[in-house]
Structures are given as C-alpha cells and as structure tokens.
C-alpha cells in the first residue's frame, strides 16, 4: 500500500487519456465550416493539429503537476534530522 | 495450425537460443574483460556487459522466422529500426556518445524503419485508434512523422528504466506482454488485419524473458545500452506495426514519469552544478531518495520517498508498478477492440 499514490498517478494517467478521447472526437474532429478553398482547409487541419498537441501537452503537464504535488507532500513530512 | 507453430517458433527460437547461449557468452565477455561495475553492491561487483549482442541476435532470429513464414515485411522493418538502435547502443558501450548525440542518433532508427514502407505501404496505417470512439482519419505525412519521433523517444525511456539489477529485463517482459495481448485483441476483433502483426511482438516477449533469467538480481548480466536501447525501438515499431499506440503508451508510464527528470535537467541546465542527487547510498546499505526539494524526480527516488529500500525491494516496487501499468494498458486494448 506504500505505493498507492504512485498507482493512483498511472490510474489518472489512464482516466485522462478516456477523458481526451472523448474530448477529441466529440469537440475537436467536428470543429469548423466545410472549409472550401486550399487556404480554410490548411487552417482548419494546423487548428486541430494545435489543439491535439494542446491535448497532449495537458496529459503530461497534469501528471508531472501530480508528481510534483507527491513529492512535495512526502519531502515536508519527512523527519527532519535534530541539529 | 502452421499459423499456430509459427507462433510457437517466433517465441521458442528466440527464447531457448538465448538461454542456451548466454551461460558459454559471458564466459567469453568475462575472459575478454568487458566488465561493468555493479554500483549498488557492496562491496562492488563485475558483472558481464553488454549482453545487447546476443539479444539482438535472438530478436533477428525469431523476427526472420516471422518474416519467411508469413512473408511479410513487418518484422523486417521492426528489426531494422531495433538494428540501429543496437548499433548505435554498442558503439556507446564501446566508446561512449555524448549526452545529446545519442538521442539525435536515434532518429535515424525511426527513419530506417518508416523507410521500408517504400516496399510495403502496408507497413503501417496512418490511422490512431482509441478507446471506444474509434479511429482518426489517415494522416500519412503526420503519422510517419511521429512514428519517425517515437523511436528516440521510447529507446531513450527503456534506456533510463535500466538502472538495477533485474529493472529493464522486467520491464521488458512486461510492457511487451501487454502489447501482445492489444495486437492479440486487435487481430481477434478486426476482419482483415494479419495475424503476423501478432508474431511480430513474440521474438520480444522471448527475448525479454530469457533476459530475465540472466538480469534478475543478483545479476550474471548487463545489457548495456545496446539491449535497453534495442528493447525500447524494437517496441515502438511494435505498437506502430500492431497499431496499438495508445495502449503502449499506457503501458509506459512508469517510464514517462521516469523521464520528467529529462525536463527538470533541461529546466536546470543553465544551473545544472545545483541539481541535486536524486538517491544515495545510506551508511545502513539502503537506497535513500534525496529529500532535497529540487532533486530530479526519477521514478527511483518517487518509489524512495515512500521509505528506504534494498535493491530487491526497489525493483520489486517498480515491477509492481510497471504491471500496474500494464493492466491499465490492456483495460485500455480491450475499450478500443472489444467495445
């Protein structure tokens, strides 16, 4: 059980990869208008790009925030040597 | 059924090669002096290292047997890109790359890989599927990028999980067990896609475990970054070819958390001399997780923070989580192929 909160770090890790998944295909692959010129669909393709790397880069911002959060609890309640 | 022996082979040739080579290869990796020191002993001790060339051989072995028997040019490209990352491994065991040259380097196992797609466009689809909503739409040119990206990316995470004795041997077997069991799904549940996708994996599945036998403390035996690098490209063509990406990356997560403390050194590389040891070894032989607050934050000194350990206790924890892992992984495989 000393290892719970590390296995509750991989579970979010797991749960926010549904979680994104749901978001992708539910907000971001219907985004926009039927683009119809060359201009709209390059737009439209580089605005999803973005907010599939956004999606991306909060996966990891959110397990390395959760990572942080655990060490700083375990390194504050650690025994401090007497002096 | 010769479907089903070939299956057999692509595991059993590996395997059993390997098992019954290493014993008279380290004696001859011994008698040559190619002998690493095993840091967390003490006192020290050698250990034979690299085993990366006999396991590399075991992966050629069982992936031409794949490759003759379904005539299919998946696990040739799957070799391939392991290949360089091998040599590229060797040639740092051997003379030693610099820190950023040998990320750098292994990019050009991603290309020899996405490079036979020439010959086969069937090598791998463009598509990504995900848990129970599907699949994206083919992007070829964004797809081989990436896949291209994944080589150094996975190779480097692999290389970082082999710190103790038994940890990259176990991680191996493990993650590549779970990728066996999505492509085994993907197989089962999806008309048209080829069992030898599924054959593909066995050879690393073989490989790892008669590692196993060898690496698992005290260890005979050390890879070297020829085997970990070797082991982590031969898995990214895997979940390329097997088209099981998301799964294999849950798989690896230990391995991510592993590799925030890339970021915390890039973030400190301006200041690096104050980045702190992240473990030590105590005066009571046990391994200590540094309570410095900037430390680098290893999957190590996170499993240390929870207490002092062993060795053992250590590989044990990380093991526990890697399987942890794993299970997530193939929860994952089964909401994308069976529902």
Partial sequence: MKLFPLYMIELVAFLLIILETYVFFTFVVPLGPIPHSLTDYTALALLKMLLIFALGALWFIVLDGLTRLYVRTRVRSAPRPSS | ?339
């Fill in chain 2, 1 to 339: 059924m010769v479907e089903g022996g070939l299956l057999i082979l692509a595991f059993a040739a590996p395997f059993f090669l390997l098992v019954g080579l290493f014993p008279s290869y380290l004696r001859a990796l011994t008698r040559m002096g190619h002998l690493a020191e095993d840091a967390h002993k003490n006192p020290p001790t050698k250990v034979p290292m690299p085993a990366g060339p006999l396991l590399f051989a075991g992966l050629v072995v069982g992936e031409v047997a794949v490759a003759v028997g379904f005539r299919t040019l998946v696990p040739v490209a799957v070799a391939a890109g392991a290949g360089v990352a091998f040599a590229i491994g060797l040639f740092d065991d051997l003379y030693v790359l610099g820190g950023k040259t040998k990320p750098l380097l292994l990019f050009f196992a991603g290309l020899a890989f996405v490079s036979l797609a020439v010959l086969q466009p069937t090598l791998y689809r463009a598509d990504i599927y995900f848990p129970i909503l599907g699949d994206t739409a083919p992007h070829f040119i964004i797809y081989t990028i990436l896949a291209v990206v994944a080589f150094p990316v996975v190779a480097n995470a692999f290389n970082m999980m082999d710190a103790f004795n038994g940890e990259i041997s176990w991680f191996a077997l493990l993650t590549s067990l779970a990728l066996l069991v999505g492509v085994m799904l993907r197989t089962l549940f999806q008309s048209g896609f080829s069992v030898s996708r599924m054959a593909s994996v066995l050879p690393l599945v073989g490989v790892a475990g008669a590692f196993l036998f060898y690496n698992r403390y005290p260890s005979k035996a050390f890879d070297g970054d020829s085997g970990s690098l070797m082991f982590g490209a031969a898995f990214a063509g895997l979940a390329v070819t097997g088209g099981v990406e998301i799964a294999a990356i849950i798989a690896i997560v230990p391995a991510i958390l592993n590799s925030f403390y890339t970021l915390s050194s890039v973030r400190g590389f301006v200041e690096r001399r104050k980045i702190a040891r992240p473990t030590y070894v105590g005066d009571d032989g046990l391994l200590h997780a540094s309570m410095e607050e900037d430390a680098p934050n290893t999957l190590v000194r996170l499993v240390l923070l929870t207490s002092s350990m062993t060795e053992v206790e250590l590989v044990t924890s990380i093991v526990a989580l890697t399987a942890v892992a794993c299970v997530f992984s193939v929860a994952t495989s089964v909401l994308t192929w069976v529902f």
